[in-house]
């Protein structure tokens, strides 16, 4: 009989990295979801402070001394929101590219590395049984025909 230690520490070596690189994954998935929640965040706020600076002063005098702030501000909210929006897309697609290949690695590992592992644990066990089952179903075929009497 064969020494099971080599297969059983090639197994365990080839499944933790499996489990690592899935890790890796989702720990990346993780980071793109929350950088696309900061810069939704910065996004919020600065479309706030566009609106904020958009808001035109009430009063006559107010407006004649402040309109050069005024737009001063509004042009520096409009370059921060345009900034912070497109930021907020690139988060984005990283996010949907990240969601794309966990699930393209999801599906490598239930559809070929799991098999695959699992058919290098069990060897030729599900074949051998197989061919036992077969055998003893004959065996009882044969020895039921045998003993029926006409």
Do not use: C, W
């Amino acid at each position: 009989m064969t020494d099971p230690r080599p297969k059983k520490q090639h197994t365990e070596h080839l499944t933790g990295k499996i489990q690592a690189d899935l890790h890796t994954s989702f720990s990346e998935l993780q980071a793109a979801k929350q950088l696309y929640d900061q810069t939704s965040k910065e996004v919020e706020k600065a479309q706030q402070k566009y609106n904020d600076a958009m808001k035109v002063p009430k009063g006559t005098l107010s407006k004649m001394f402040s309109a050069k702030v005024t737009t001063e501000k509004l042009d520096q909210a409009r370059v921060k929101l345009k900034s912070t929006t497109r930021k907020q897309q690139d988060a984005r697609n990283a996010y949907i590219l990240k969601v794309e290949a966990t699930n393209n690695h999801l599906q490598h590992y239930y559809s070929q590395q799991l098999p695959q592992t699992t058919k290098y644990i069990d060897g030729s066990f599900f074949d051998v049984m197989r061919h036992y089952v077969t055998e003893f179903g004959e065996m009882e075929s044969q020895n039921s025909q045998d003993t029926i009497v006409f």
